[in-house]
């Protein structure tokens, strides 16, 4: 089966950085996604990782590491406008199905 | 303007009142499927579409039907709604079912059954 783990909520500061982690334990893995969503909206797709290592997207990177079942959303420069759940997700490899985390819920304060 | 179309957004209704959520997509998508989000759990998907006549279960289909007999449009339809159907729902599509990571959601349907 699928597991999937992430903080429930974070906070930050205008301008600073934060790390948002995801830990996963699957039986088959084909890619893990990033989703942010503000409150009332629809998740819009972030990134996507299927290899180990860093993918960077402006002011946004997502690193994974299939050995250690984990990946992280690192968001610099923070902006009020970033206030939003981060939803976690990974593919499975057999069914090629997308299984969410429950989410972060971030808080960037001024 | 690429989208995703769901319909309706909001929605009350009673235990037992059969209804339809319909979803449409204008980007010629293989793929659709459809979404629950509860608080806690996450976006849990109810049913999914690889194309045009084929359907199948998620993981949680129970009480719920879809349809895909056109590529734009895979309508929910909730045949006796119950009050454990409250929820947030989402259809969402991708260009083919290679690219299921990649998903673009309706604006999402709020249903409450009373």
């Known amino acids: 089966g699928q597991n999937i783990d992430q903080p429930t909520e974070m906070t930050a500061t205008e301008g600073a950085i934060v790390q948002i982690n995801c830990t996963y334990q699957?039986?088959?893995?084909?890619?893990l996604f990033w989703y942010q969503q503000h409150a009332g909206e629809a998740p819009t797709f972030l990134s996507y990782n299927v290899l180990d290592g860093l993918e960077e997207k402006g002011r946004f990177s997502s690193f994974l590491s299939r050995s250690k079942g984990y990946s992280y959303l690192l968001l610099k420069e923070l902006q009020m406008k970033d206030s939003a759940s981060y939803l976690c997700a990974v593919r499975d490899l057999g069914t090629d199905k997308l299984i969410f985390g429950t989410g972060t819920r971030l808080q960037v304060f001024p | 303007e690429a989208q995703v179309t769901q319909n309706p957004r909001y929605l009350i209704t009673v235990t037992g009142k059969k209804l339809t959520v319909t979803c449409s997509q204008n980007m010629n998508h293989e793929y659709m499927s459809w979404y629950r989000q509860d608080p806690g759990l996450g976006l849990r998907q109810i049913y999914y579409?690889?194309?045009?006549?084929?359907?199948d279960k998620g993981d949680v289909p129970e009480g719920y039907k879809v349809s895909r007999k056109e590529k734009r449009n895979f309508p929910l339809i909730l045949e006796s709604p119950s009050p454990n159907q409250t929820s947030l729902y989402f259809c969402?599509?991708?260009?083919?079912?290679?690219?299921?990571?990649?998903?673009?959601f309706g604006e999402g349907s709020r249903l409450t059954v009373l």
């Open positions: 969402a599509s991708s260009l083919s079912p290679e690219n299921t990571g990649e998903l673009f």
């Open positions: 579409s690889m194309n045009v006549e084929v359907t």
């Open positions: 699957t039986s088959g893995f084909n890619g």
